[in-house]
Nanobody, 121 residues
Framework: QVQLVESGGGLVQPGGSLRLSCAVS????????MGWYRQAPGKGRELVAT???????NAADSVKGRFTISRDNAQNTAYLQMNSLKPEDTATYYC???????????????WGQGSLVTVSS
């Protein structure tokens, strides 16, 4: 069974930086896309950034130029580098991975447990 483990959240001052990590574990699988979504208190979940296995990225306008998504395909791990953080970036950040298990063949779409990021002075 494919699972995700997230790490890296915490408290940071406005203008600071944090890096989130998301590792995919399991047996006989291939990861296609990985991404980060966030949910602020009282709001719905929104896309932050995604990355394909080929390295094509997509990011929300609100984070472009500040956040960078990357991945290490050999380690099945994705990273979200967050710079110039603002109070409005405060949210729980969820990692998502989509791909295929190979024995038996079936698709997966899994979520991490969430990492709280708080931007406050």
């Amino acid at each position: 069974q494919v699972q995700l483990v997230e790490s890296g959240g915490g408290l940071v001052q406005p203008g600071g930086s944090l890096r989130l990590s998301c590792a995919v574990s399991g047996n006989n699988f291939r990861v296609d896309s990985m991404g980060w979504y966030r949910q602020a208190p009282g709001k719905g979940r929104e896309l932050v950034a995604t990355i394909t296995s080929a390295g094509t990225t997509n990011a929300a306008d609100s984070v472009k130029g500040r956040f960078t998504i990357s991945r290490d395909n050999a380690q099945n791990t994705a990273y979200l580098q967050m710079n110039s953080l603002k109070p409005e970036d405060t949210a729980t950040y969820y990692c998502n991975a989509r791909g295929w298990e190979l024995a038996p063949i079936r698709s997966f779409d899994v979520w991490g447990q969430g990492s709280l990021v708080t931007v406050s002075s």
